[in-house]
């Protein structure tokens, strides 16, 4: 689960930034100036960073880690489409890991009675 969330989130970091470049150039020729496309992979690079946080929980938290790999493989999906297929899946697929794993039943013992 943290790796395939650590790719999903450092391919996504580059297929945001790809993004920003092409929006870049749709800025630099469109009449108006701006791009929508840039503002959406600003949002997809937030996106990929929280998918990389959420894989440094996956050893400590992994229901959290889960569910922010989930948000950011779908938000990111929904930002740059195309652009966030690889890590889109990486990051859900990974985020599904996290969400339907169960957590090991660490050292917990019961207190004794005291008669």
């Known amino acids: 689960m943290f790796a395939m969330g ?3 989130g450092i391919t996504g970091v580059i297929a945001s930034l790809l993004a920003m470049a092409i929006g870049g150039v749709d800025a630099a020729f469109s009449d108006s100036g ?8 600003v949002s997809a690079l937030l996106f990929s960073i929280l998918g990389i946080v ?3 929980f996956s ?19 929904i930002s740059i489409s195309l652009f966030y ?3 889109g899946v990486l990051l859900i697929v990974a985020g599904f890991m996290g ?17």
Request: aromatic share 4%; proline share 6%; hydrophobic share 45%.
């Open 99 to 115: 969400v339907l794993s169960k957590k090991k039943a660490g050292n917990s013992t019961v207190p004794p009675v005291f008669e």
């Open 85 to 87: 297929v690889l890590s």
């Open 54 to 56: 959420g894989s440094a």
């Open 34 to 41: 701006t791009s929508s496309i840039t503002g959406l992979a």
């Open 59 to 77: 050893k400590s938290k992994p229901k959290l880690a889960g569910y922010l790999m989930l948000v950011s493989g779908v938000a990111g999906a």
């Open 6 to 8: 650590l790719i999903g």
